[in-house]
């Protein structure tokens, strides 16, 4: 029996943890393929609010510049993230962690042997039309 109940809104319905047993995988931009598993966000859960994924991209992947319309929160879990912004680079490795702003021009690539594994939480959550990528 759980110590606290949770009330939500005027319905004072119990709210519950709900379990995300698996991600869906998205199609990635870029030069390369990238594993993109979304677990929160418009795709997975509904969710417009919050966008949670966890990428795989290989050596040498680039994605295409953009200016994002939500601020983006990168977690990378191994490798070495580049982040390339309008005054200069970040380069961002395991344990580390970016924050970008909405409007931000951003690129992300991963140069280094290996590739990189991250997590990046989207809020609002992650669109296509809301990326607003170079090349479209």
């Known amino acids: 029996r759980p110590l606290i109940t949770l009330v939500a809104g005027p319905s004072k319905e119990a709210v519950m943890p709900k379990l995300i047993e698996e991600p869906t995988v998205i199609q990635s931009a870029g030069n390369k393929p ?13 969710d417009a609010g919050v966008s949670v994924a966890r990428m795989v991209s290989p050596e040498g992947w680039v994605e295409p510049g953009q200016k994002p319309g939500f601020r983006e929160i ?3 879990l191994r490798g070495l993230l580049r982040v390339e912004h309008n005054e200069g680079v970040i380069d961002v ?3 580390q962690a970016v924050v970008t702003s909405p409007g931000e021009w951003v690129r992300y690539d991963t140069p280094e042997s ?4 991250y ?4 809020v609002p959550a992650f ?3 809301t990326v607003h990528r170079d090349d479209g």
């Open 93 to 95: 490795r395991a344990g």
């Open 74 to 76: 990168t977690l990378v």
């Open 114 to 117: 290996g590739g990189a594994e």
């Open 34 to 46: 990238k594993r993109i598993e979304e677990y929160v966000g418009r795709v997975n859960t509904g």
């Open 119 to 122: 997590v990046a939480v989207c």
């Open 127 to 129: 669109t296509p039309s």
